[in-house]
């Protein structure tokens, strides 16, 4: 499990009039970029970092995708939904920074609520 102390928060919008949300991380540890309940769409490694790991995760710990080994490339998932578990964290851990991910998810706005 995490240490919850060293957890960045990403705040990230909405495209108007869209769920849809998008986030680039760049950083080695653990990232929260959702808070409520969402829908992970898809993973897409844009630069692979040797020796990096990454997984997406919800706040509550259970894992919704892992790849032990990260290489370019896209996943197109549509499923993992996380609903009563605090959001939504990307965990990426290894020996190099090189490695960047962007997690698509869909959120309802607080409109919706």
Known sequence: MPDWRNIVDEYV???P???MRSCTIERLGFTRV?????ELYSVQI???G???RAR???FSGRPLWFQPSTFTGSFVLMAGTCEDEGG???EMDGKDRGASIVLN????????Y
Do not use: F, I, K, N
């Not at 959702?34 to 969402?38: P, Q, S």
């Open 34 to 38: 959702c808070r409520r309940a969402c």
């Open 17 to 19: 009039g869209s769920l």
């Open 56 to 58: 997406v995760l919800t």
């Open 88 to 90: 939504l964290m990307l």
């Open 13 to 15: 919008p909405c495209a």
């Open 105 to 112: 998810w869909r959120e309802a706005d607080v409109r919706m």
């Open 46 to 48: 844009l630069s692979a």
């Open 50 to 52: 040797p020796w990096v």
